[in-house]
């Protein structure tokens, strides 16, 4: 008996169908990544080896950096970078409190302590002056400074690092958001400790996955000993025909290897990434023009073209008007707009609300009521974007009528 067939209406036909919900997110992971992913399943060497050594070359010769060490997350990347300078247990360590909690716990596993830093609330970044009042609570003087480049918008590391007092190599960058991101012509990666992520959101998603690019060979050797538990260069090797079980220990390391079933996937993506930047931009340039009359609401800042270039991770207004941020996310969700917040200021989290200075973090707290990050991703059209657009505009204009 065979299978009886239905002729299924398509969706655009079917009565009254309600518009397509468009999600917050995509993840999308490609046909090649997904032919790659098969391949290393089958050759039997799944873990760290020779994808992860090339996906390493590749992405560090993406963002213009001379070394790249693969790791678990962008927040292990951090830890490590951290670790690498080997400062004494308890120093400080400055960070955004608009950034992801994971890059804040990042300090606190490396034995360091937090200190938080206010924004600028139209960038979401650190100025030099909020970074020389942060500094200046600090006994004696910050060890090391974590940065974000907030949305895939980018800082000036080198004016920040002097707000600190610090070597511009103690700057470690929290470059999640910022890959595509380039500063006065320089990408993002070519610092001394730029640590990506590639988490399944992120603009080169892989699923989980990280990468620390460096400038300095000696702490690409470290980081590579360091991210497998310590062991001696290469142990990775030692599990191959002709490869030694000896191996050393000179210090303690952290698990957070990448694996090559995550690398051959990253390696696949990455042919895509130009492209999807490209399509971020273009999207960002859609909503620019959508939401420049809307009242109430203002567009992300952007460098000008001179002193960079934008990566748009995020497409993130701040609502400004008579209607709250939450109720315009309630109300965009009612009709099928995905929105989110980037983020939570750190310092309002529970763990990290004794870190709140005196005279507070206002700048990261005005902002973060108005703060709402938008859909933006390579599959999604201009159609879409001119969808939620005209949602917001129904939403604000109702409100300010
Ligand atoms: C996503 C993110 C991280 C953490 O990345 P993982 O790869 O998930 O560890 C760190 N910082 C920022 C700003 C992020 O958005």
Known sequence: MSTPTVARPRTSERAGAAPAAIPFADCWITEPARAA????????????????TAFEAELAAYVGAPHGVAVSSCTAAIELALRSYGLPAGTAVLTSTM??????????????????????????????????????????RPGAMVLVHWAGDVLDRAALAAAAGLPEDRVVEDAAHALGSAHRGVPVGSGAAVCFSFYATKNLPIGEGGMVTTDDPDRAAWLRRARLHGMSQDAWRRYLPGGSWRYDVAEAGLKANLSDLQAAIGREQLAFLPAWQEARAALAERYDAGVADLPGVRLPHRPEPADGRHAWHLYAVQVDGGVSRDEVARTLAERGVGTSVHFIPVHRLTHYSPLTPPGGLPGADLMFERLLSLPLYPRLSLDRVDDVVSALADVLEGAHR
């Open 99 to 140: 950034t992801f909690c994971g890059a804040v716990h990042a300090i606190e596993h490396a034995g360091l302590r937090p200190v938080l830093v206010d924004v600028d609330p139209d960038t979401g970044m650190p100025t030099t002056d909020t970074v020389a009042r942060a500094a200046a609570t600090c006994e004696g």
């Open 37 to 52: 992913a098969q391949r290393v399943l089958a050759s039997g060497w799944v873990t760290t080896g020779v994808e992860c």
